[in-house]
């Protein structure tokens, strides 16, 4: 038996390729899926099942196309009534791959239609050696309840059962292989291991050390994160089955004349994707800044409206599809093209462009003591507020200033600032695309901020991994 893991940094997605001496399972496929074609194929495997722990709700699984591509099974919750063809399966089912035996555990709470896969290698023995947990067991935390509003405490309760009265119940030594690490929503607190045991997680997760039911049910269903806008999205195209990637419309590069007639139609959406600093120094009016560099897939997933056509604005050609897969994983498959040429092409086509003054740090001071102070927006998230925030600034987050935008005042000078500039910068392009022009970004955000002596470190900010995790993972 072998196992081998496969994390995807932005959305910090865990996939497994199981692995007997001729066949293998793709637990939890992410959608571009050539690198477990890849890797079968350099071991002489057969992918012969793809199996799935339940709807996610944070990334479009790649279920279906590899199902297509290698003619495997696919594997699924029967509770989740998913429309494409697939074998369902329910507590205690079981199957075999090669040598391995696989016990099916019913295991709700994180979502409705929760299963994990419990694994024997039968060629060692007969006690159960791996579980693929999805979104149930994480290292140091357990999947989030409250992604069904109205189900959060019925969803809590019934997690509490599938922890105690199954997967605790495995050898403490069986190995615990979660569908997500350290930088996921389907969690508030997961650790940046990528894998652990029963035993260890019975002794050291926290959640796990809540004996009482309704303790636990209260801590899981208070002071959750925000849940993206795109997770209810997601779990629905799950469910019916994603378009396949090969029945897409190729992304194609369009000259600045046709982009600037793309462009004003209602149904298209502008995306910027350079450096916030480049959008900043000139983008075209109403675009969308989600630099590439930042929390890249969560926020275009969270921001952008699905229904409309989106055109991209980048630095190369290169960036502009490396973006394109980021989108697809997180269900935006409504993708036009990308302008050819970039900025400069538009605007040596003599189009106007719009403006984000950028305030360094220690000019946002010298204004914060003046006579002539500004408004200063914090757009980070509610538990990073409450760690230092600048003093009389508003607090909204990134993703409510679409609507809350209306609680400011248009005519006063604001400074928008997050933890280092990439949420801000976003936060900017809201505001001016509701008219409100007098907008400044601050550039370095709250880690500048402190690191100038202006307030203290910042313990998320400082965290070893802050800014680290990759496309679409940095805070």
């Known amino acids: 038996m072998q196992i081998t893991q496969f994390f995807v940094k932005g959305i910090a997605h865990s996939s497994y390729i199981l692995a007997g001496k001729q066949n293998c399972a793709v637990i939890d496929p992410r959608r571009d899926t050539a690198i477990y074609l890849e890797e079968a194929k350099s071991k002489g495997l057969k992918i012969t099942h793809i199996l799935e722990t339940h709807l996610h709700a944070d990334f479009i699984s790649g279920h279906i196309d590899l199902a297509d591509i290698t003619g495997a099974k696919i594997y699924a919750p029967e509770a989740a009534n998913c429309e494409f063809e697939h074998i369902g399966l329910a507590e205690g089912d079981t199957f075999e791959i090669d040598d391995m035996s696989i016990k099916i555990l019913e295991t709700p709470g994180h979502t409705p239609e929760h299963i994990c896969y419990v694994v024997s290698d039968t060629s060692r023995g007969s006690d159960p050696v791996a579980v693929f947990c999805g979104d149930t067991l994480f290292v140091g935390d357990v999947g989030r309840p409250d992604l069904f509003p109205n189900r959060a405490e019925e969803l809590a309760s019934k997690l509490y059962d599938s922890l105690h009265e199954k997967l605790l119940s495995l050898p403490?030594?069986?190995?615990?292989?979660?569908?997500?690490?350290?930088?996921?929503?389907?969690?508030?607190?997961?650790?940046?291991?990528?894998?652990?045991?029963?035993?260890?997680?019975?002794?050291?997760?926290?959640a796990l050390q809540i004996p009482d039911r309704k303790k636990f049910v209260e801590n899981l269903t208070t002071d959750m994160p925000p849940a993206p806008d795109h997770f209810g999205r997601c779990t629905e195209i799950n469910r019916k089955g994603p378009t396949k990637l090969k029945e897409l419309p190729p992304v194609k590069e369009i000259p600045p004349k046709e982009f600037f007639k793309l462009s004003k139609r209602d149904e298209t959406a502008i995306l910027d994707l350079r450096c916030y600093e480049g959008f900043g120094g000139e983008h075209i009016p109403a675009s969308w800044c989600i630099d590439f560099r930042g929390n890249f897939a969560t926020y275009a997933g969270w921001l952008l409206p699905p229904d409309k056509q989106i055109l991209l604005v980048s630095e190369s050609e290169k960036q502009a599809m490396e973006s394109v897969v980021w989108l697809h994983r997180v269900g935006l498959d409504n993708i036009s093209g990308f302008m050819d040429g970039g900025i400069f092409a538009w605007v040596t086509a003599g189009f106007r462009t719009s403006h984000v003054p950028q305030l360094s740090i220690p000019e946002l001071h010298e204004r914060i003591i003046s006579k002539n102070p500004l408004v200063i927006i914090d757009v980070r998230a509610l538990s990073e507020y409450e760690v230092f925030h600048i003093e009389n600034s508003i607090h909204i987050p990134v993703q409510d200033l679409r609507k809350r935008y209306e609680e400011l005042d248009p005519e006063a000078e604001k400074v928008v600032i997050c933890s280092t500039g990439h949420r801000s910068s976003m936060g900017c392009s809201i505001l001016k695309q509701h008219g409100l022009s007098r907008v400044n970004n601050a550039s370095g955000g709250m880690t500048g901020y402190n690191a100038a002596g202006f307030g203290p470190e910042c313990p998320i900010c400082a965290l070893s991994w802050a800014g680290k995790v990759g496309r679409g993972g940095k805070p």
């Open 172 to 206: 403490g030594s069986c190995e615990v292989y979660p569908a997500h690490g350290e930088g996921s929503l389907c969690g508030r607190a997961l650790g940046a291991k990528r894998s652990s045991t029963i035993g260890y997680e019975r002794k050291y997760n926290y």
